[in-house]
């Protein structure tokens, strides 16, 4: 057994590593730093077990989307903190009231970003918020499948690749899915870990600082702003919003430095792996007015009746307040639940550079040279701050109206 899927299309999601009894499975960057599972001939016994489990080698069965809800927490903290409404905050604190077990993303010391399953509810705050890169899930699934097997619920939340590998290795080692909720976040695409720590490290070493906090939507600067932000001990050294030409934010923002398969996602589309889907819902209001700003405001897709069950139970707490919104809302502003993200013209440039010189900065710096140099014209001639105070003249009709026509 030489591979387990098409190289190319390994989302790093790690299922075959989570079943594999001889632990002959492990993730090794590619040329592009993006972990690809590879297997040890010297331990693997071929029993098939890997590409039994692999989903990109199954036919997924996805849930259609049953209804789309625009929503935030009540807690007025939580949802300044999220990036977008809170919603995954309070699920977690759902799962933590009722003694479930929830798993979500944090980052790691070294920079990177991996996958967590805990009952305390402590760690809700660090599960919060976006991690642009790829998440290690590590033995996540093996967990999970044991904890359901033990009789406990699991609350599991990720990227749909991540939530589809957990349904598939609970199939593979017969693990009960009654007391499993899973939300899949819309994903626009991975970036592998080792460029967001190749750019942190630049920058430690242009401000002369270490940095121990990474924020990719900092609550300080509002979340709605994506200012890119790093820290030493709480101290602010660094910070970038999502137009000033931060090259991690540009590569990402654009499309321009996921993972391969991440532009051939099979997830980009109107069927989910999850119960529920999670989401920003900026554009809230393009297809029908409503009587409130769009900013911090979750798309909450309800794709399972146990989905739809758990968003009322968290609104009849008064944990949410959620109103139902047409399905074209959601599908007009995320374009990933649609199709995957087109690879940006930047994108071929990019490989080649980092293929040459094993280094982001430069090589997003190359690449989208024409990209920062536009950025940095509409810095000078301050063409956000005129857009942004034409959004304050502009009639609240007009306003709705130009939001349905941008995408």
């Known amino acids: ?46 029993c098939g077990l890997c590409r039994t489990v692999c989903p990109q080698n199954q036919t997924t069965e996805l849930h259609p989307i049953g209804s789309c809800w625009a929503a935030w927490s009540t807690n007025t903290e939580t949802r300044r903190t999220s990036a977008s409404g809170g919603v995954a905050a309070e699920l977690y604190a759902w799962a933590a009231r009722n003694g479930m077990w929830f798993a979500g993303v944090k980052m790691q010391p070294d920079h990177s970003a991996a996958y967590c399953l805990t009952q305390d509810p402590g760690e809700i705050a660090r599960f919060q918020n976006s991690k642009y890169l790829y998440a ?43 007391q499993l909720y899973l939300a899949d976040l819309v994903c626009h695409g991975c970036a592998p870990k080792t460029y967001l720590q190749q750019h942190v490290r630049a920058l430690e070493k242009r401000y002369s600082r270490q940095a121990s906090e990474v924020a990719f939507r900092d609550p300080a600067e509002a979340t709605c702003t994506f200012t890119f932000t790093l820290r030493q001990n709480g101290r602010l050294f660094y910070k970038k919003r999502v137009d000033r030409n931060d090259t991690y934010q540009v590569g990402y923002h654009k499309g321009i430095i996921y993972r391969e398969n991440c532009y051939a996602c099979s997830y980009a589309q109107a069927a989910r792996p999850g119960d ?94 024409r990209r920062i140099l536009r950025n940095e014209l509409q810095y000078f001639l301050h063409v956000q701050q005129i857009r942004r105070a034409a959004g304050r003249i502009l009639p609240k009709e007009w306003k709705q109206a130009l939001r349905g026509k941008r995408r």
Do not use: W
């Open 1 to 46: 057994m030489d591979k387990i899927c098409e190289p190319g299309h390994c989302p790093g999601c790690g299922a075959c590593r989570n079943v594999c009894g001889r632990q002959a499975i492990c993730l090794q960057p590619n040329d592009l730093g993006a972990e690809i599972a590879v297997i040890d001939a010297a331990r693997c016994v071929s």
């Open 136 to 178: 290690d899930a590590g033995t996540i699934y093996q967990e999970t499948a044991a904890k359901l097997k033990a009789g406990q619920g699991v609350l599991f939340i990720g990227v749909p690749c991540q939530v589809d590998a957990l349904r598939q290795v609970c199939r593979v080692l017969h693990a009960p899915t009654e």
């Open 276 to 369: 529920l889907t999670l989401a920003d819902f900026a554009y809230v209001g393009s297809v029908e007015p409503c009587a409130y700003s769009n900013e911090n405001v979750s798309c909450v897709l309800c794709n399972t009746e146990k989905g739809a069950a758990l968003l009322r139970a968290l609104c009849t707490e008064n944990k949410l307040l959620a109103e139902q919104r047409p399905q074209e809302e959601a599908a007009r502003y995320q374009p990933t639940i649609n199709h995957p993200t087109p690879p940006a013209a930047e994108r071929k440039t990019f490989v080649q550079q980092y293929r040459r010189v094993h280094d982001f900065d430069t090589a997003v710096r190359a690449a989208a040279r």
